[in-house]
């Protein structure tokens, strides 16, 4: 599927409002106008041309992915990398970052954004390297958080953490066997919380340059938690302390 494809209401709506003269093309689907209606006075507003076309081409075009009745094509966005990164670190007062390492699946990683964009996070850092970046499912799936959380894809991410940790930052790294909990570590500072996948976790590197590692307790028969519903407990951890302070 083309990455530059965007699919969904939500989604593609959050797109003409943000990136209105990326916007290169649209397709509708014929005959479900009822459902689309804003999606299109929108992308009729930003004077964008609409091919109105059968839910197949549309299934076609996004390999069979709901895309509710439309799809966009959008200018190929430059990626931001570490530079922009430090930028933005050097500007936020009580940084607050949630870095991906190992996360390949553009589901997961959509649902990250939500979780993230809920949580008040200043940005999502991944690898460039063994990583998922934006695709059109990690789009959908994000429901439009895309458009609201920054997304940085450094070239070496423990280089990337000892830069971090120079600049106040505090690097909390999630793994199963650390010995101390979430709930007993203070969050309330700068502090970048890491999370690896749920079959292989951090990488070794990336592990080493964490100031420390927590954990959530695991009281049933499972070992570990999707990535994406783990980031939104700990994330959620981050935001209660921070309420309580």
Request: glycine letters at 8%; proline letters at 3%.
């Amino acid at each position: 599927m083309d990455n530059n494809l965007i699919f969904g209401l939500h989604s593609v709506k959050a797109a003409v409002e943000f990136h209105p003269t990326d916007v290169l093309s649209a397709w509708v689907e014929k005959g479900n106008e009822s459902k689309t209606g804003e999606v299109v006075e929108l992308l009729e507003q930003i004077g964008t041309k609409i091919q109105y076309v059968p839910k197949k081409t549309l299934d076609a075009m996004v390999d069979g992915s709901n895309h509710q009745g439309v799809v966009i094509k959008i200018r190929e966005q430059p990626a931001k990398g570490d530079n922009e990164l430090y930028d933005l670190v050097d500007k936020t007062d009580r940084c607050f970052l949630l870095i991906l390492d190992n996360v390949t699946d553009p589901q997961n990683l959509g649902a990250c954004f939500r979780n993230a964009d809920a949580a008040g996070v200043t940005a999502i850092v991944v690898p460039k390297d063994k990583s998922v970046g934006i695709t059109g499912t990690v789009r959908k799936v994000a429901s439009g958080a895309v458009e609201q959380v920054p997304f940085f894809q450094v070239t070496n991410l423990a280089r990337t953490l000892k830069t971090l940790q120079e600049k106040g930052i505090w690097i909390v790294g999630t793994a199963g066997e650390a010995e101390k909990l979430v709930y007993d570590t203070d969050l309330t500072g700068n502090i970048a919380l890491v999370m690896g996948s749920e079959g292989t976790g951090m990488r070794r590197l990336t592990r080493e340059n964490c100031d420390e590692l927590v954990k959530l307790p695991m009281n049933g028969s499972v070992s570990s938690l999707n990535v994406s519903v783990a980031s939104g407990i700990f994330l959620y951890e981050v935001v209660r302390q921070r309420l309580a302070k």
